[in-house]
């Protein structure tokens, strides 16, 4: 895994070239590359979710959403995402975590999640 950190920081009503970039941070760290080729998400709509899992595909993953439950259902070496309450502001924050530990905070400042709310394993497309 790189430690690739997010560039930018604000909340989901920012517009869309100000809003936090964790999320694709956590992705591209997962896949090994910069940020710098991830497209930017507008968190505010639906389609943010749309792009992120074709920017996953065009690297051959696809990207696996499930209730935060499941994270105990897998191996104790899988890294995988987890979003949760961020300790800056209303919104959400995701960082890398490797069973119950934060392996990777996006963030220069840290300061982790609040309870998971979901988690985004990328999986290996055959």
């Known amino acids: 895994m790189w430690r690739i950190m997010q560039t930018t920081f604000g909340g989901p009503s920012e517009a869309p070239e ?5 999320f694709m941070a956590c992705v591209c ?3 090994h590359m910069s940020l710098e080729r991830a497209p ?12 992120a899992q074709r920017f996953a595909g065009e690297h051959n993953h696809w990207l696996l959403f499930l209730p935060a439950a499941w994270a105990e ?4 070496d899988t890294c ?3 979003t ?3 300790p800056r ?3 959400m924050h995701s960082v890398i975590k490797r069973g119950d530990q934060i392996v990777h905070d996006p ?14 394993v990328l999986v290996w497309k055959s």
């Open 18 to 22: 100000k809003q936090g970039n964790c």
């Open 89 to 91: 502001g209303p919104w």
């Open 73 to 76: 259902a897998l191996g104790p």
């Open 80 to 82: 995988y995402i987890a």
């Open 40 to 51: 930017r998400l507008n968190m505010s709509t639906d389609e943010w979710l749309e792009v």
């Open 107 to 120: 963030a220069p400042p840290g300061g982790g999640i609040g309870d998971v709310r979901d988690i985004v």
């Open 84 to 86: 949760g309450p961020s």
């Open 29 to 31: 760290s997962l896949l």
